[in-house]
């Protein structure tokens, strides 16, 4: 076992509204065998984990399994916090701005192709910001996914247009 509880795979089969029997017969598994896996009994296998995530369309829950079950895809993944939409727009937007600042610099140090010792803490500096873009943009693809947008009722609100 990788050390987690099996409790992600439960709470996105509850937040999809199925129960264990539903679920297990959608992934074409027993249910005593889903309830090994939502315990952390049982590790749950690549083929289950992509099923569970069609399955509860939760793409998220998919991204959280490679982080769980693989050390590579822990180091290479960054960690994603899931946010409202418009927290996660405003974040997105930040982190893009933020390495939009530091274009000039990557053009210098990429510049000669290779990254001295002077420029190694900017490079560095540089590669955390790329990697918290990359959260960023996984926080704004999963922000609905996760089922946090909710669907707005319509009204009878004047459609304004952007000024251009």
Do not use: W
């Not at 955390?128 to 960023?136: D, G, K, S």
């Amino acid at each position: 076992m990788t050390g987690h509880d099996g409790s992600i795979y439960r709470s996105y089969r509850e937040a999809a509204g199925l129960t264990q029997e539903a679920a297990a017969e959608g992934l074409s598994c027993s249910v005593r065998q889903l309830a090994r896996y939502e315990s952390g009994e049982q590790e749950v296998p690549d083929d289950i984990a992509y099923r569970m995530a069609v399955l509860y369309d939760s793409q998220y829950l998919a991204l959280q399994h490679l982080r769980l079950v693989s050390h590579v895809a822990a180091e290479l993944l960054p960690p994603v916090a899931v946010l409202d939409l418009a927290e996660a727009v405003l974040t997105l937007i930040n982190r893009g701005t933020e390495l939009e600042e530091k274009y000039r610099r990557m053009m210098q140090i990429a510049e000669d192709n290779a990254v001295d010792d002077r420029e190694r803490p900017d490079y560095q500096q540089i590669k955390i910001c790329v990697l918290q873009m990359i959260a960023a943009g996984f926080g704004f693809l999963y922000a609905e996914a996760a089922g946090i947008k909710k669907e707005r009722p319509e009204v009878a609100a004047s459609r304004r247009s952007v000024q251009g």
